[in-house]
């Protein structure tokens, strides 16, 4: 793992930075994105994932970080939030969010605009929003 940090030619003649691997790896991202829903670039996006897979990977070795252990990590990360998906319960003061039943975290809610973001946030993490009363008790009505 620690020779893969030498694959790439560098113009200074030092590795680049860890800072200069994460803007790479943003670039081929960013690169990828656009070209994701076109069949005729099916090559142009191989050679994307490829440059992104390496950029990962240098990452990793960057930090020592075992690339079979951290892809276990993702996965098992991935089959839990599948298994178990995130709740958020909306109070008339903070939002709570919930991982089954797993605390995760919360913060206070100031205004409506603040409402409004919550319901975004949900609905764009695939996340259901529960509306509850003060006593803890959902409110059926409203949940969504």
């Given at each position: ?7 790439l ?14 803007q ?16 005729e670039q099916?090559?142009?996006?191989q ?14 070795d ?11 990590r ?20 903070r939002?709570?969010l ?17 409402r ?29």
């Open positions: 793992m620690a020779l893969l940090s030498q694959l030619p560098h113009s200074t003649g030092q590795p680049p930075s860890v800072a200069g691997h994460v790479h790896l943003q670039h081929v991202l960013a690169t990828l994105l656009p070209l994701v829903h076109q069949p099916t090559l142009a996006v050679h994307a994932l490829d440059e992104a897979t390496l950029e990962l990977w240098l990452l990793l960057k930090f020592n970080l075992n690339p079979e252990a951290a892809l276990k993702a996965i098992a990360k991935r089959n839990q939030q599948q298994n178990s998906p995130s709740v958020f319960k909306c109070y008339t003061d939002v709570e919930w991982q089954g039943d797993e605390y995760r975290g919360g913060w206070p809610l100031y205004s409506d605009a603040d409004d973001a919550l319901t975004t946030l949900a609905t764009s993490l695939g996340s259901r929003l529960e509306l509850m009363d003060d006593a803890h008790q959902q409110l059926h009505l409203f949940a969504t």
